[in-house]
């Protein structure tokens, strides 16, 4: 039986290296493409500058906002076909932080595997940036694969 794989991507180059490493771990995985995005009223809370630039439009931001993380999504989707998996996306707004926004699908899902790429930080420098990928070790109950960048020649 294949496993059941929700990959965290934003489409950057480490996450769609991660997803082409499960194309070889996991052929013909199904891969649940997961792009989690952030609501314009949380960005707006933090800087709170941005509060009059903003104004009313708020939810016309997060519409784009949504939009845009469903392309990403599906452009993870399209690694993964190419990979070999069974690319289904998803779409999160994150309501608190990002490594509970995954774990919450992961359960939902009842994925066997949680992956993410990494930003090649290690040891305190890792746990001080906060990382996805040291968050998710840290507190999933289930199997997290945290797949680096191949070493440069």
Same mark, same amino acid.
């Given at each position: 039986? #294949? @496993?059941? &794989?929700?990959? %965290? ?5 480490? @996450? !769609?290296?991660?997803? #082409? /490493? %499960? !194309?070889? &771990? ?23 500058? &941005? !509060? ?8 016309? @931001? ?6 845009? *993380?469903?392309? /990403?999504?599906? *452009?993870?989707? #399209?690694? @993964? ?6 690319? $289904?996306? +998803?779409?999160?707004?994150? !309501?608190?932080?990002v ?9 939902e899902?009842e994925?066997? /595997? $949680?992956?993410?790429?990494? =930003? ?12 996805l990928? +040291? *968050? &998710?070790?840290? =507190?999933?109950? =289930? ?7 191949? *070493?440069?020649?």
């Amino acid at each position: 039986m #294949a @496993a059941t &794989l929700l990959i %965290c991507y934003e489409g950057s180059e480490r @996450a !769609g290296h991660a997803i #082409a /490493v %499960c !194309g070889e &771990l996991f052929p013909g995985a199904k891969a649940h493409v997961l792009n989690v995005w952030e609501p314009m009223e949380r960005i707006v809370a933090r800087y709170a500058a &941005l !509060g009059p630039y903003v104004g009313d439009s708020i939810g016309q @931001a997060d519409s784009e906002i949504s939009e845009e *993380a469903d392309a /990403v999504a599906a *452009a993870g989707v #399209a690694l @993964a076909t190419e990979a070999g998996l069974d690319g $289904i996306p +998803h779409t999160v707004a994150v !309501g608190t932080s990002v490594w509970e926004a995954v774990i919450a699908l992961a359960d939902e899902l009842e994925v066997d /595997v $949680i992956v993410t790429g990494t =930003r090649s930080l290690h040891g305190v420098r890792e746990a001080l940036s906060n990382t996805l990928s +040291h *968050a &998710l070790l840290q =507190r999933s109950r =289930r199997a997290v694969l945290a797949v680096p960048m191949p *070493a440069e020649d």
